[in-house]
């Protein structure tokens, strides 16, 4: 029986489905909207909501730094790509500052063909539209690119001289005893026994 427990197991051992729901939490925040089946959508849906309201404490202005940090901490335990988590914490985060939960919807479609599966799509309640999010990737790609170039065409900085280094004295060299042999022992066989 299954009583008491109430983790959707989704077919997997821990650690996939830990990696799973991970790198979903990731791309619902990249793309701000997924398409996957419903139950997974449904696991998803609850850790991407305790994630945008745990990114909304930060927003206070009498938090401490400790508890600011601590809370970007835990979110990086569930997404990994630090440029999702920056995205968090100063556009979602920011969006939802009025509003309490709901942060998410999940809108059903046709069931899979091949498996007859039901499959939906998981977005952001106030995402933005495709092109919108297209225009900031680029201008971010360029902003990093001509910043790599910026720091190529700088000259580099001159190194310091080092001192010349202090010759070592020679170093004694001691001779260890000749070792003297000890005496081999002789070890007597044993004479063959007679067949009867």
Do not use: C, W
Not at 147 to 158: F, H, I, L, T, V
């Amino acid at each position: 029986m299954n009583k008491r427990n109430k983790v959707k197991h989704l077919n997997r051992e821990k650690g996939h489905r830990d990696a799973l729901i991970n790198n979903m939490i990731t791309s619902l925040f990249k793309y701000e909207r997924i398409e996957s089946t419903q139950a997974k959508l449904k696991v998803v849906r609850s850790h991407a909501e305790k994630i945008i309201t745990r990114a909304k404490r930060n927003l206070a202005t009498d938090i401490a730094p400790a508890v600011a940090l601590h809370n970007k901490r835990e979110v990086l335990k569930r997404v990994k790509d630090r440029n999702i988590v920056t995205k968090l914490f100063e556009d979602i985060a920011v969006r939802y500052a009025s509003t309490n939960g709901g942060y998410t919807r999940i809108l059903k479609k046709i069931n899979r063909a091949s498996d007859n599966s039901e499959v939906g799509i998981l977005e952001l309640t106030a995402r933005k539209d495709r092109p919108t999010l297209i225009k900031e990737i680029k201008d971010k790609r360029e902003a990093v690119s001509d910043s790599k170039k910026e720091k190529a065409a700088a000259p580099a900085p001159e190194k310091k001289e080092k001192a010349p280094k202090k010759e070592a004295a020679p170093k004694a060299v001691k001779k260890k005893p000749a070792k003297t042999a000890a005496p081999k022992k002789t070890v007597k066989k044993a004479a063959p026994k007679k067949k009867k």
